[in-house]
């Protein structure tokens, strides 16, 4: 079964600075990976997606992440955050076959602060 | 856009009672999926659903039951609250292929005193 590790619980930031979220994943098949985004008192929202392809993935709001398979890892990164971009970020891998579910990673509460 | 509506913003029931959360999706899709998300535990899966009177049990499973006797709609079930149930329950749903994304509902906070 698979499973998934995000290295950081909180991660706090000054506005404009860049950021890491660290996410690795375990899993003995192929996989597919995506992040989610969850505003305070709202669900959560689809930020990106790896299927297949290219290993670098981006979202519409500046949030890239890259699939390194030799590492297990989606890292998301950007380059310059907002205040608006305070929120929790989950990771989540799912196995290419039948019958499963995602699973989702603890989830990092990234703070910014001007 | 995909709409998943969880019937309840907050609930507050007192041990014992039984408790229905429910919820609806707008896309016929045929995967629907309870999550149970508390601080530092992240999202856990209780029960998911791959088609109509199909069930499977997720990873925390005891103390809860589903239905689903209608596409659109997947009710979980706590036969007895419990105060350990207090959590905030998401809902979801997504189209039919293994890499399909989750669409989830705005969640159902569940006090249980």
């Known amino acids: 079964a698979q499973s998934v590790t995000q290295l950081d619980s909180q991660v706090p930031v000054f506005e404009e600075a860049p950021v890491e979220l660290r996410c690795n994943y375990s899993?003995?098949?192929?996989?597919?990976l995506f992040w989610y985004v969850q505003y305070p008192n709202q669900g959560l929202q689809l930020l990106l997606k790896?299927?297949?392809?290219?290993?670098l993935v981006e979202s519409i709001n500046g949030f890239e992440a890259e699939f390194n398979k030799s590492q297990t890892s989606f890292h998301l990164r950007k380059p310059s955050v907002h205040i608006s971009d305070t929120a929790e970020y989950f990771c989540a891998v799912g196995e290419n076959q039948a019958g499963t579910a995602l699973i989702f990673g603890k989830g990092t509460t990234l703070s910014v602060s001007s | 856009d995909v709409k998943v509506t969880q019937s309840s913003r907050y609930l507050v029931k007192r041990t014992g009672e039984k408790v229905f959360l429910e919820c609806v999706q707008d896309m016929d899709h045929e995967n629907m999926f309870w999550y149970r998300q508390d601080p530092g535990l992240g999202l856990r899966l209780i029960y998911f659903?791959?088609?109509?009177?199909?069930?499977e049990k997720g990873d925390i499973p005891e103390g809860y039951s589903v239905s689903r006797e209608k596409k659109e709609r997947f009710s979980l079930i706590l036969e007895s609250a419990s105060t350990n149930q207090t959590s905030m329950y998401l809902c979801?749903?997504?189209?039919?292929?293994?890499?399909?994304?989750?669409?989830f509902g705005n969640g159902t906070r569940l006090t249980v005193t």
């Open positions: 979801a749903s997504r189209s039919p292929g293994t890499n399909s994304p989750l669409h």
């Open positions: 790896y299927l297949s392809g290219s290993t």
């Open positions: 899993s003995s098949v192929s996989v597919y």
């Open positions: 659903s791959y088609d109509v009177k199909m069930k």
